[in-house]
């Protein structure tokens, strides 16, 4: 079993930036996809950004492409989402995800094995 526990969420206004982090624990090294997903009031969890634990691939919801960046680093165990450009339809509660199987799609929420308890982005225009 693997802990995920994210932090860096918070208040920006329109333009801004922050750097969400989530810190994992346990059996990392049977996970072969670290991921962020969002959910905002109201509306269901989405896929924001994902990546391969070993060849550090990325991959992005076309709503986020060129503004958000996934990284990985091994050494500390932590996955970083850099948000850039933020806007408020970016508002949301961003949670931390791993998972064992490569097969499926990247944003596929169910092939998720392990979930953070999230931490809150608030960008107000």
């Known amino acids: 079993q693997v802990q995920l526990v994210e932090s860096g969420g918070g208040s920006v206004q329109t333009g801004g930036s922050l750097r969400l982090s989530c810190v994992r624990s346990g059996d990392t090294n049977s996970r072969k996809f670290m991921a962020w997903f969002r959910q905002a009031p109201g509306k269901e969890r989405e896929a924001v950004a994902a990546?391969?634990?070993?060849?550090?691939?990325?991959f992005y919801a076309d709503s986020v492409k060129g503004r958000f960046t996934i990284s990985l680093d091994n050494t500390k165990n932590t996955v970083y989402l850099q948000m850039n450009s933020l806007k408020p339809e970016d508002t949301a509660m961003y949670y931390c995800?791993?998972?064992?199987?490569?097969?499926?799609?990247?944003?596929?929420?169910?092939?998720?094995?392990?979930w953070g308890q999230g931490t809150q982005v608030t960008v107000s225009s």
């Open positions: 990546i391969t634990t070993r060849a550090r691939y990325p």
């Open positions: 995800a791993a998972r064992r199987d490569v097969a499926p799609a990247w944003n596929n929420q169910g092939s998720y094995d392990d």
